[in-house]
């Protein structure tokens, strides 16, 4: 859930909105002659890029009255201090209330969205389900009596991640280098479905988000009730837990 940080944002962006309530700014900073002016613009250009990725539905004129009557120092306030609390405190709420509203429809969509491609997976004859509901495809074998790993051992591997839809959310490939991790520290579908691979294996797993992140998602790419994809290549086995 993302969080409405108002007091940084609007100190940053009053500059700008000032000016714009007087004569929109462009005869004030239309030639930005100076390093002063480049910097007032840019910081006021961010600060109201941020401002209105995250507020969108605040009411301008109404904001840049609030900016100027701060800035001023007015005594006529169209509110006293604690309206303003309250009115503040209201509005955090609602972007609460909305961000959980879009993140629970997101979930929904991301589930059924999920649900369809599992099913479609599992119809195909490559393709293993695990009664964890792992689904795995084989794509390369290693040795027959190679080890594969415990559950508390710590793994070097080879992985490229997906969404159902192609996104690429992370990929150890793409960086050129593997990653080396304790698989009792990772998404308990990794941990199911490496403890299965021997080193050398490289399989295709897909995970339901019961066994990545669930609900909650996890970064920007990663939404609510996502299905995981990935290509997972068992390197070797750095350390062992037991």
Not at 171 to 186: D, I, M, Y
Request: aromatic residues 4%.
């Amino acid at each position: 859930m993302k969080k409405l940080t108002l007091t940084l944002t609007l100190t940053l962006v009053a500059l700008m909105l000032a000016a714009c309530a007087q004569d929109d700014g462009a005869s004030a900073v239309a030639a930005l002659e100076d390093d002063d002016q480049r910097a007032s613009y840019a910081i006021g250009y961010r600060s109201g890029e941020q401002l209105g990725a995250q507020a969108s539905d605040l009411d301008t004129e109404a904001l840049i009255a609030g900016l100027r009557h701060g800035m001023n120092g007015e005594e006529k306030l169209l509110m006293d201090e604690d309206a303003m609390d309250e009115a503040i405190m209201a509005y955090q709420q609602r972007q609460i209330e909305r961000h959980e509203q879009e993140d629970a429809a997101a979930g929904e969509s991301n589930r059924e969205a999920g649900q369809r491609y599992r099913e479609e997976n599992a119809e195909r004859d490559e393709v293993t389900v695990l009664d964890s509901g792992v689904q795995y495809e084989i794509l390369e074998s290693g040795e027959a009596d190679a080890p594969s790993p415990g559950p508390n051992d710590v793994v070097v591997a080879h992985y490229h991640g997906t969404l159902v839809d192609g996104t690429v959310f992370d990929s150890s490939v793409e960086r050129g280098e593997p990653a080396s991790f304790p698989l009792n520290q990772v998404i308990e579908g990794w941990q199911l479905a490496l403890t299965e691979m021997r080193v050398g294996d490289k399989w295709r797993i897909v995970l339901p988000p019961e066994l990545a992140y669930g609900d909650r998602g996890a970064g920007q790419q990663i939404g609510p009730g996502s299905t995981l994809i990935f290509e997972v290549e068992l390197l070797d086995i750095e350390a062992s837990g037991d």
